[in-house]
């Protein structure tokens, strides 16, 4: 997604739908520049209709951000959401 193109086997037909290209535009212009990921840790996994969502941190050079895959019994993927990374608090709570 990163660079632009998925291969479309990995995911289940209805999410292959669900995903056109535009969209994989968008995702590869947020994310692409952040450069390769540097790291993956499984935050939590739990069961949902038609399979299993995963939320991991995804850890960048500068930022890290959260991504969620969901797969069915057969490893393809069945969701995904992208959360961008948070930006910085401009402040600290209690201090203006």
Known sequence: MQ??????RELAPAMA??????IVDLVAAE????GAPTGFSLVRQQRVAGGTAR???VTFLAEDATWIF???PAGRIIGLHFYP???????SPGVS
Not at 3 to 8: A, C, L, S, T
Not at 31 to 34: A, D, L
Request: glycine share 6%; proline share 24%.
């Open 55 to 57: 939320v991991y941190r």
């Open 85 to 91: 990374p948070e930006p910085p608090p401009t402040s």
């Open 31 to 34: 994310y692409g520049p952040m």
């Open 17 to 22: 739908e669900a995903v056109p290209q535009p």
């Open 3 to 8: 660079r632009g193109d998925i291969d479309r």
């Open 70 to 72: 969901a797969v069915d």
